[in-house]
Nanobody, 117 residues
Framework: VQLQASGGGLVQAGDSLRLACAAS????????MSWFRQAPGKDREFVAG???????RYANSVKGRFTISRDYAKNTVYLQMNSLKPEDTAVYYCAAGDSDYNQIYYWGEGTQVTVSS
């Protein structure tokens, strides 16, 4: 499975962005899809995930501000990010993994999100 992320950019605090991750070369519906992020000098961290059934999970730091969704017709997963903060600045990666969030099978290339204060 190949994952291609897009939608990053430079925005101001309080703005919104929507990231997209298009999957190809595999069965999109088999996987739980997630977004991770990595800020400079920090470890990669989980941001949000959506299961095959559509149930979602979020990191506490983004709850109420970010929304993850998936479109089976387009083989795409989205991350709607609202009320962005400078601490959201990071490279964002999409990933395909197992249903229990224990293992990531495929990673996409990252997309940079920069939030200025």
């Amino acid at each position: 499975v190949q994952l291609q992320a897009s939608g990053g950019g430079l925005v101001q605090a309080g703005d919104s962005l929507r990231l997209a991750c298009a999957a190809s070369g595999g069965t999109f519906s088999r996987y739980t899809m997630s977004w991770f992020r990595q800020a400079p000098g920090k470890d990669r961290e989980f941001v949000a995930g959506v299961s095959r059934s559509g149930s979602t999970r979020y990191a506490n730091s983004v709850k109420g501000r970010f929304t993850i969704s998936r479109d089976y017709a387009k083989n795409t997963v989205y991350l709607q990010m609202n009320s962005l903060k400078p601490e959201d600045t990071a490279v964002y990666y999409c990933a395909a993994g197992d249903s229990d969030y224990n293992q990531i099978y495929y990673w996409g290339e990252g997309t940079q999100v920069t939030v200025s204060s």
